[in-house]
């Protein structure tokens, strides 16, 4: 009895959701299939012929192979400033969520300024300038640390405060140094939130836009984002390759989506709730 | 065994002068504190004062507050500004409602839950300059698939970016179709989250589905609408790349926000002009959204 206006409910409910969020998608698909006469008409038609492998050829070796490098980029800084990310605030998150002293404070409250207020771009540019790491991957990467690590650390504090205090010590009674302690002992346990910061920071840092266009300028610095920005002119008028660029890049969220999904979303309510 | 655990309780009761190292280093916060400190601290006090002054990068002439009284005075920079409230206001608000409403649909005992729940969360994963250029195209005004649905019924659509009223709510909507689904995820933890008493309590007494929701639901899930505003306004505040993707702050100046600004002054090198975007903004994220944090955490009891 009580199943039947949710089976309804859930038909209309489906209807409406492929309506409104799987056509955007399908339209992408359908486009990157097409040649480019009817990719301009932008309409939600069946391709006329499979086309989907030339358009991928085309967009991947436009402006010597720009995609490419831009992909090996967009890994290197994905890879090296989550990296660098989850050990820095996990260490952070450890000894914030131990030790209690009167500068705890102050350090929540440049954590919680960090989650609200955006970085004075001009200024950063000139000190990055000043220092030697403006255009550079490097210096993009230290950057995304640096704006990921309030959002990596609140989940870790988080996490830490449930592991029993009882372990380190026991760990200090047989000899280990405090190190050790850490990176043996307490990282390790650490594993389902590191999971959790990995798959959150990686999303966030592949999709970036804003900052590689301020701090990493120039075609051979391109990362993926960019390189969509980049064609949007040159693909003024080839919709094709347009929407073939847009589902290069959709893929590797997508699959992360796919293998991630629980994490994603445990990792963003809880960082939110508790921000 | 029983040694092990005397020993393991020892440095509780003996406190910490029998260690003679802390088990947690100071210098665990190093390395973070100094990438954040150069990084992203330095910058932000470097601007209060790079704000002041007529800047090349090379050298700055200190001009007082004329950047703030320009940003204040131009009526395109002025639009900027109210811009940036208005699309915040709106996309936070409709995340809000059409969140809670999904989130009610999903906790419920419907059809295809799963599959509900990924359609809706997936665009929160997907690049944000990838949503904007597919919208775009969609809601061309002559040739977009919106208006030629729309036509279909005989419905003239409008010009959704060329319109210079319409341009900022048609990037608004674009916000919320992105980012529902965070909204959603984040109202479904809280629903789950009551007790099943209260509902068990308000069935007992009579109660209908409306009040339900009305006097369980809605008061209850308190800390995650605090979430999803909190979040969706700076969001909102904040946003450049959507806006960037899709309008370019245009047409003319309809729908530039601060951030667009930020970038476009910068981009023709009045960089303490941009300087001050930010300080700007800063300032307005300061008076909005601290005191909108203090009255949605404000303690509960008189609702």
Known sequence: MKSRPSIFLGIIAILVSALVFLVPFAFIILTAFKNKQQATLLDFSWPDGFHLWSNIVEVVTTRNWMMVTAFINSTILTVASVTLLVVFAAMVGFVLARRKTRWNGLIEFLILAGLMIPPAVVPTIWLLQGIGLFGKLHGLVLIEVAYGLPFSIILYRAFIATIPRELDEAAIIDGARPFDVFFRIILPLLWPVTVTNIVVQSVGVFNDFTNPLYYLPGNANATVQLTLYNFQSQFNTSYNLLFTNILLITIPPLLVFLFFNRHIVAGMTAGAVKG | ?303
Not at chain 2, 15 to 39: E, N, Q
Not at chain 2, 100 to 126: D, K, Q, W
Not at chain 2, 239 to 251: K, Q, V
């Open chain 2, 1 to 303: 065994m029983t040694v092990l655990s005397e020993a393991g309780s020892a440095p509780t009761h003996g406190g910490r002068r029998a260690i003679r190292r802390s088990p947690y280093p100071g210098w665990f916060f190093l390395p973070a504190a100094l990438i954040y400190g150069v990084l992203f601290l330095a910058p932000t006090f470097a601007s209060l004062y790079f704000s002041l002054t007529r800047w090349t990068l090379f050298n700055s002439t200190f001009i007082g507050l004329d950047n703030f009284a320009q940003f204040f005075r131009e009526p395109f920079l002025v639009q900027g500004l109210v811009n940036t409230v208005l699309y915040a206001a709106i996309t936070s608000g409709l995340k809000v409602v059409l969140g809670m409403l999904l989130a009610l649909l999903l906790t419920s005992a419907i059809m295809g839950r799963g599959y509900l729940r990924s359609v809706v969360f997936f665009p929160v994963l997907v690049s944000t300059v990838g949503v904007g250029i597919t919208f775009t195209v969609l809601m061309h005004p002559t040739q977009g698939m919106i208006n030629e649905t729309l036509a279909l019924f005989g419905i003239k659509g409008p010009g959704w970016l060329v319109d210079p009223r319409l341009a900022l709510f048609s990037v608004a909507l674009v916000d919320v179709w992105k980012g529902v689904g965070l909204a959603t995820v984040i109202y479904i933890a809280g629903i789950v989250a009551i007790p099943k008493d209260y509902y068990e309590a308000a069935r007992i007494d009579g109660a209908t589905r409306w009040q339900n929701f009305l006097y369980v639901t809605l008061p209850l899930s308190r800390p995650a609408t605090a979430t999803v505003i909190i979040l969706s306004f700076i969001g909102g505040l904040r946003t450049f790349d959507l806006i960037w993707a899709m309008t370019r702050g245009g047409p003319g100046f309809a729908s530039d926000t601060i951030a667009s600004v930020i970038y476009k002054q910068y981009q023709a090198g009045f960089y303490g002009l941009s300087t001050a975007g930010n300080v700007v903004l800063f300032v307005l994220i300061g008076i909005l959204v601290v005191p909108l944090t203090m009255f949605l955490n404000r303690k509960q009891g008189h609702e």
